[in-house]
């Protein structure tokens, strides 16, 4: 049984102010629904006022990047160390990271690797362009990514995947559920190729691209889909409950 996941991936959005007052907004709410993990990850600087507001909620806390280092001279960096304790997630090889930040699937195989070492829970992004997916080429790139940011592996206990199409994130041109629910069967059979039958079962694979509170239902109710990572719309905490009281209800997985 794969409980349901929904995290909100803030960005470089909200003051310390502003994530206080976000998540003030929308704990009572979310702490009040049950069967569905429900996860916040909002920039660094406000990690530690979000934690202290969660602390005795089933609120829980996510950072939206780090290094794989424990510590050095790498300015500007978090590292594993700093988070563990902290945060119990954290969005790993997002197309953001890739796109802007340079960072290479070497590079993301090495956080995944770090996260685990550390036991946090990686959030790890896969996901095709718009002109790869055009090209039909859709099943390759993910392949590629997802054994790639595997690689030298051997236990995925507490690793998250999410199917995140480029095309479809920040663009209001979300994948239909059943599009979704088509690759993430793929990225599913990928995983039991790789690592067995029972690892492929238990494992839980996300869609991120556009979800809000209008296309989650169709979304969740589909059976290899284990939840959502929430772009724009978790930034609304009517929107960010909304997703995550629907997903209570419609959960197909
Ligand atoms: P979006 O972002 O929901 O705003 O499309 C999703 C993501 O980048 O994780």
Request: hydrophobic fraction near 45%; charged fraction near 20%; glycine fraction near 10%.
């Amino acid at each position: 049984m794969r409980v349901p996941l929904i995290a909100g991936n803030w960005k470089m959005n909200a003051t310390v102010g502003e994530a206080a007052e976000l998540v003030r907004e929308m704990l009572g709410a979310l702490n009040r629904i049950d069967n569905v993990e429900k996860v916040v990850c909002p920039p660094f600087i406000s990690l530690t006022a979000v934690a202290e507001i969660i602390k005795g909620s089933s609120v829980k806390l996510g950072a939206q990047n780090m290094h794989f280092e424990d510590r050095g001279a790498y300015t500007g960096e978090i590292s594993p160390l700093m988070l563990a304790g902290l945060c119990q997630f954290v969005i790993i090889g997002h197309s953001e990271r890739r796109q802007y930040f340079n960072e290479t699937d070497g590079i993301i195989n090495k956080k995944v690797k770090a996260a685990l070492k550390a036991g946090i829970e990686p959030i790890l992004c896969i996901g095709e362009k718009l002109e790869e997916n055009e090209a039909g080429r859709m099943a390759a790139v993910v392949s590629r990514q997802l054994e790639l940011a595997l690689a030298d592996i051997d236990n995925l206990n507490g690793t998250i995947i999410a199917y995140e199409p480029i095309w479809a994130i920040g663009t209001g041109r979300s994948a239909t559920g059943q599009q979704a629910n088509e690759t993430i069967g793929l990225i599913r059979q990928r995983i039991t190729n790789l690592y067995g039958k029972e690892a492929a079962s238990s494992i839980r694979i996300l869609y991120g691209g556009s979800v809000t509170a209008d296309n989650i239902a169709d979304i969740i109710k589909q059976t290899d889909i284990d939840g959502a990572l929430v772009g724009g719309a978790s930034l609304k905490a009517e929107q960010f409950i909304s997703i995550v009281r629907q997903t209570a209800e419609n959960s197909g997985s």
